[in-house]
Structures are given as C-alpha cells and as structure tokens.
C-alpha cells in the first residue's frame, strides 16, 4: 500500500486524519498516539507480515538496549553497549541486504561454492536501520534520553517517513509528538499538507512513471543502444529518479503535515547545483547529515591533515554507494561521487558567485580558474548524469557497455523502438485519429513528440522552486485551488498504472 494507491488516498487516509483529529481534538492524547502508531504498523504490515516481525524485533531489541544504559551509567559500559546496538542493527542490515552479495564475492575469489538461502530483504529496512543507530549512538554519548516507550515507538514506527526517509532524527520529531499545540487542526497546515501530497503524487505518477518506461527499456536493452537513444534513457533517468525520490518526500511530508509535524527536508532542487559539493548539500539532505555526523566526523571530519580529510570523504561516499544497493555499481557511483567532491575540495576550479568569498579548499586559498556559475551547472549536471550509469545498471559488464556507447558514437536507430514504450492514456486519442485517417506512420511522431515533452517538461520542473518553497508562499485563491483540483484528477485518474517507488529497494 503505497502512497500512490487507491487504498492509501481513498481508505487510509480518510480514516488516519479523522481518527487522528478527533482523538486529540477530545483531549485523548495518549489514545491518539496509540491510534498513530497501530495504523503505522497496519501500514508497514501490508507489504508482508515477515517485514512487520523483523521491525518489530528491532524496535523490542533497541528499546531494550537503551532501557539498560538507564542502569548502567559507567562510560564504559555505555561504550559496550553502544558497539553491541551498532553491530546489531548493521548486523541485521547485512543479513538481509548483503549477505548474498559478500558469498557471492567470497565465492569469486575463492573458488568457493557457498550458497545463501533467497532472503527477502523488508521494505526501507536502510531506513529504520539508521534511524535505530542515530538513537542508540546518542543515548550512549548522553544526547538522547531514554525515551517513553509510546514516544520512542512513535518516533521509529511513524508511516510517512518508515519506508524512504528522510531519514528524521529522534529529537526532532519527538520534540515536534510531545508539542500539544501541534495536535490542534489547523486548516492552511492542513491545505498546504495536501498541496505537498498533490505535487509529489503528480511528480510520481504523470512524470516519473511515465519516464520509467525508456528508462526500463534503455537499460534492458543496453546492448542494442545507439549513442543519441543512450543519452534520452540516461537523461530520463536522471529526471525520473529526481521526481520519483523527491515525490514520495512532497508526499509523505504533504501527510506529515496534514498530522500537523514537519519532516526534515529531503531536497533542495540538486539540480541547480554548480558543484558536486554543492549537489550533495541539495540531494537526499538527511542521508548526507547522518554519514556526516556519523561516520564523516568520528573518522576525524577535517581535523587530520589534508590527506586524511580527502579519504574520509572517499570512504563516506563509498559507504553511502553501498548503503543504496548491494553491488559493485552502487560502490562505483559512490566511489565518482566521492572524487568529483574530492574535486572540488582541491580548488582547483572555482565557481563565479556560486560559494561566495567564504570558500574553503584544501591545498589554497583560491581556485586557479574561475568558471561562470552556468558551466559549473552543466558541468555538475553532466557528470551526476554520467554517474548514474553505474547506478542504473544491472550490473558492471551493462554498465560498461552504456558507457561505450555513451562516449563513442554509434546510430542503429534504436530510438524510436525505445519511444515505443510510451504507450500512455494521454495518446489514445491522437493514436485512434490517425488509425482511423489511415495513417499509423504518424504514430511514430507521437512518441516521439510525448518523449520530447516528457523530458521538456521535466527539465522544468527542475528549474523552478521546489515544492516546500511553493507552498510556503501559496496563497489559496480560486486560480490555485482549481489547478491543485486539476491536476489531483489528472494524477489519479493515472493510478491505474501504480508502480512502485525507486527507493523502496533500499
């Protein structure tokens, strides 16, 4: 049941927000809770019953833990403790994610014939996972309390951000659930909750669905790509990605504020960005947070000399390729992220007007060249698209062969079979037209045309101000309410082809 589904917007929840306001409007706060924490679970348990009982072991096994730093006070063994929650939760992350793919490396270099059962790995188990670190490694180092169990459990079970982030830390959402004033029905929270719902859906379902059908067919088909078909399906993914990811954050902070609680951002249009550093202070903000505040400043941040800092960036982006998917291509696009960061930190290039006169590099005060903010977009853009052939591919020997005929050129004429696949509501009547005119060959130009529009559209999309600007400076009059109507009946009018999220693998 996910969020772009009928089940979700038309049974779920109705039911969630009246039972929600109505409990808290009669003062039943404790109820209400319980109420929010029981339709969460509902929530999480229809994806499978397995998945409910492995979150459910790990909030009994955290909770647990935490409740024993409650009596055990020594430094030391608060230490234990925390390495015993930290192996714990990686543990769990590795049995389901990527116990498969270390056998199946072991075996490669080895000669070795282990096998692994077929795991099935719980959705947004990278999620809750470092959600349960970010909390046990705080409580050990004295910055969380321990919790009530109702608070703690709402924090980690709470729906809109279980599954895909972002990724919320405990004090700020707990702070936000034991704020009463909160649990009062505001109707603009409410109006602007449903705005946010209706853009990320309409991101979701009209642009990045539809741009998933090249993107399927690109990378399915790598081997028969021409040059120009290879850079409309990476383009489409580049696009698609964006909108699919950033539309379930429009959506679950849109219900997060429809409840009256504000996640963190997620997103800041990345895309704009005029460096590789700059794009990862822009995309998937909270993961960037937590591999910083986690893993980036415990290796010694900056504080170690110049080399030390280069390879604690390396290892960050690395660990953050691998956190996306068990595989040497998610290790890879993390690796040329992590060098394109590295890049920037050298100054060797510098960006006009974009980081200001604050600037810090590694090895000097100033860049040796200064290129127009414009470049630095194209070019930061460009090679986050690069990027994405590795994380895109199905495996390393696909991507290679989408890099061969990315950057040596070739022209079977595969693009038309690839525009083919947008087999779309929106074309049916100019498809019945020119049938019945007699003239199927124009079927050819509406492909092409609607892929044409598709990434036009897209690319848009990227340039204008991303949703939470948009409904912090919304003002509701008839013109809004009727485009926001509109495009709610052209987004679910278009659920009858529901797919699910690009993130859910993770």
Not at 216 to 236: A, C, E, K, P
Not at 250 to 267: H, Q
Not at 483 to 495: A, G, P, Q, R
Request: proline fraction near 2%; include cysteine; charge should be positive.
């Amino acid at each position: 049941m996910g969020f772009n589904s009928f089940r979700f917007i038309l049974l779920f929840l109705p039911i969630l927000l009246a039972g929600w306001h109505y409990l808290n409007k009669t003062g039943k706060h404790t109820v209400a809770d319980v109420f929010l924490i029981l339709m969460s679970l509902y929530f999480y348990y229809s994806f499978g019953l397995s998945f409910l009982l492995v979150l459910l072991v790990s909030l009994s096994v955290n909770f647990g833990l935490s409740a024993l730093m409650e009596k055990l006070t020594g430094e030391k063994q608060r230490k234990i403790i925390k390495a015993v929650g930290v192996l714990f939760n990686l543990g769990l992350l590795f049995y389901f994610k990527y116990l498969g793919f270390f056998v199946d490396n072991i075996n490669a270099l080895t000669g070795a014939t282990l096998t692994t059962k077929e795991i099935l790995m719980p959705i947004g188990i990278s999620f809750f996972t470092f959600g349960q670190i970010s909390f046990i490694v705080d409580r050990a180092n004295g910055d969380a309390p321990h919790y009530p169990l109702l608070q703690y459990v709402m924090y980690m079970v709470y729906f809109p951000k279980l599954i895909q982030g972002p990724i919320a830390f405990h004090k700020e959402m707990i702070d936000q659930f034991k704020d009463r004033n909160l649990r009062v029905y505001d109707s603009d929270r409410m109006a602007r909750g449903m705005m946010s719902f209706i853009i990320g859906l309409a991101k979701k379902v009209i642009l990045a669905d539809n741009l998933s059908k090249i993107v399927n067919y690109g990378f399915h088909y790598t081997y028969y790509l021409d040059t120009l078909t290879v850079i409309v399906v990476m383009l489409s993914y580049t696009f698609q990605i964006y909108l699919d990811f950033s539309g379930y954050c429009d959506m679950a902070s849109g219900v997060s504020l429809m409840l009256g609680y504000e996640l963190p951002v997620n997103f800041n249009s990345p895309y704009k960005a005029s460096t590789a550093k700059e794009l990862w202070q822009r995309w998937h903000m909270t993961l960037s947070r937590f591999f910083i505040k986690y893993v980036y400043i415990p290796l010694g941040g900056s504080r170690k000399g110049k080399v030390r800092t280069m390879l604690n960036v390396l290892i960050v982006f690395v660990l953050s390729g691998l956190w996306h998917g068990a595989g040497w291509t998610y290790i890879c696009w993390g690796l040329m992220q992590g060098l394109l960061v590295v890049w920037d930190n050298l100054g060797i290039v510098g960006i006009k007007n974009s980081e200001g006169r604050n600037a810090k590099y590694l090895f000097r005060e100033k860049p040796l060249l200064t290129i127009p903010k414009w470049l630095g977009n194209t070019l930061t853009f460009l090679m986050f698209v690069i990027s994405l052939i590795f994380f895109g591919s199905q495996n390393m020997t696909y991507a290679f062969q989408m890099f061969k005929r990315f950057f040596f050129w070739t022209y079977p004429g595969f693009l038309y079979r690839t525009a083919q696949n947008l087999e779309i509501a929106e074309n049916y009547v100019f498809r019945q037209l020119f049938s019945q005119l007699g003239k199927d060959s124009m079927t050819i130009v509406i492909y092409m045309v609607t892929m044409l529009v598709l990434l036009a559209v897209s690319g848009f999309v990227m340039t204008r101000k991303n949703t939470q600007e948009i409904i912090k400076e919304t003002t509701f009059d008839k013109k809004t309410i009727a485009w926001m109507t509109i495009l709610f009946i052209w987004s679910f009018v278009s659920l009858s082809n529901v797919s699910t999220f690009i993130y859910f693998q993770f």
